[in-house]
């Protein structure tokens, strides 16, 4: 009887501890699922950033500097926009033959003032400030930026940086905007555009009343870029001079919103 009593009670431990084994290993399993499906909603929510988060890369004109443009971000008041990344970069300081040869923040060399549409071109000092402003572009793709969410703008001598660094880029972009620039390169550097580049849309804009670089230069470029099969969007605005208006910047931030939207 005795015996019969200890295996009962054996009998009796050994389920009661399977069935704490059994109660652990359940809860363990649900914490992990748990734990699994938090995992996945937040990866998820991660990638959806990740496509949301744009770049914008804006180059400044002759003379100028990066921070004195950051202004520029407050007419970006799109919700769109509340995870963009700017850059302002700014020009190195370097000689500048229409200024007769005084030191003054140029992304490369301009011969003459008023610039015209066969004003001479420094192709070697463009290209290596091109390269720059490639550099940028790769650090930002490498940080998880989709390259048709990143945007090169620019004014005047930035705005002909732009355009030189969007066509010789070998991805396609998001785009380019070019504001009162003009082509920097002769025709000969169009051969080298890439499919690829020929797909980033370019957004050109300029005042009919500019006298510094005349309104002549920036119609020359739109034709140039069409025929190489790239879209071009040309607004001319009466009346202004060698400056940029808010509502140019307004506009803007609608084209690029809507490139945003149409890749996400």
Known sequence: ????????????????????????????????????????????????????????????????????????????????????????????????????????????????????????????GLLKAVENVHSMINREIAAGTDPENIFVCGFSQGGALTLASILSYPKALGGGAVFSGWVPFNSSFMEQVSPDAKKTPVLWSHGMADRTVLFEAGQAGPPLLEKAGISCEFKAYPGLGHSISNEELLYLQSWIKARLEKSS
């Not at 520029?72 to 190195?92: E, G, H, V």
């Not at 007769?100 to 066969?118: N, R």
């Open 1 to 124: 009887m005795e015996v019969e009593k200890r295996a009962f009670a054996v009998v009796l431990i050994g389920a009661v501890i399977s069935s704490v084994i059994v109660v652990v290993f359940r809860v363990s399993s649900s914490s992990a699922v748990g734990e699994t499906q938090i995992q996945t909603q937040t990866q998820r929510q991660s990638k959806s950033m990740m496509a949301r988060s744009s770049f914008i890369i804006w180059l400044h004109g002759l003379g100028d500097s990066g921070p004195a443009n950051e202004p520029i971000k407050t007419f970006f008041t799109s919700p769109l926009f509340s995870s963009t990344k700017w850059s302002f970069p700014s020009a190195p300081h370097s000689p500048v033959t229409c200024n007769y040869g005084h030191v003054m923040p140029s992304w490369f060399d301009i011969h003459e003032i008023p610039i015209t549409a066969d004003s001479p071109k420094d192709e070697s």
